[in-house]
């Protein structure tokens, strides 16, 4: 009897590992990302769009018993990267291009509301200057693409909606410090608004 006992689990084992490997396969990269675009800017004189990905590497959820039914609070951490270009359209002044990589916490409700922090470290932003000369000797010459690049981390605290079995998977608001260092042989430090929405273009059929 205990000989087949262990035959038994050894199978059961097997099976189970078979089919968490499974799951694992069918899991693609488009499963875990959402692509995200909108608005970033301060409303004033700095406007733009804003491009990016999210990629989701941990996920935990929690599920308790009320008594209007079961209730399931999510907690996510995803990796982050974005691409953006902004400028002041009344002068034409005040363009940049800004990159920027990190994590994101995200908490979603059962009701769908999320709120979020997300942390990038590792930011850079490049100014472009209108149309600049440069004296070389006895020559003036054009500067090609005048400007500089800053190191430029961001933080950033929001909200948003998620949109279940959608590809236009949810809208987000965000509050955005982006300090630009080395400015000046200062720090400049910078406030941004975005808001936008996320797409997820995965498979239905799975």
């Known amino acids: 009897m205990k000989k087949y006992s262990v035959i038994f689990l050894l199978v059961y084992a097997l ?6 490997g499974k799951d694992n396969a069918t899991t693609t990269f488009l499963d875990k990302t959402e ?3 909108g608005y970033y800017g301060n409303l004033l004189w700095d406007n733009g769009i804003n491009l990016g990905a999210e990629y989701l590497w941990k996920e935990k959820k929690n599920s308790k018993e009320k008594k209007r039914g079961q209730k399931t609070i999510t907690h996510q951490f995803l990796f982050n990267g974005s691409i953006g270009y902004s400028t002041n359209f009344a002068n034409k002044t005040d363009n940049g291009l800004h990159t920027y990589y990190g994590l994101i ?9 999320q709120f ?3 942390l990038n470290p590792l930011g850079y932003y490049r100014s472009f200057l209108p149309e600049t000369y440069k004296v070389k000797g006895d020559n003036v010459e054009k500067v090609f693409l005048p400007g500089r690049g800053y190191y430029n981390p961001t933080l950033s605290v929001g909200v948003g909606r998620q949109r279940k079995g959608k590809i236009r998977s949810g809208s987000y608001f965000n509050i ?3 300090p630009r260092f080395n400015y000046n042989a200062g720090t400049f430090p910078t406030l941004f608004l975005q808001y936008g929405y996320r797409f997820n273009f995965k498979n239905k059929k799975q």
């Open 15 to 20: 099976n189970s590992n078979a089919q968490i």
């Open 35 to 37: 692509f995200k675009v």
């Open 105 to 113: 916490w995200r908490r979603t409700s059962p009701k769908r509301w």
């Open 116 to 118: 979020h922090v997300a």
């Open 176 to 178: 955005t410090f982006s």
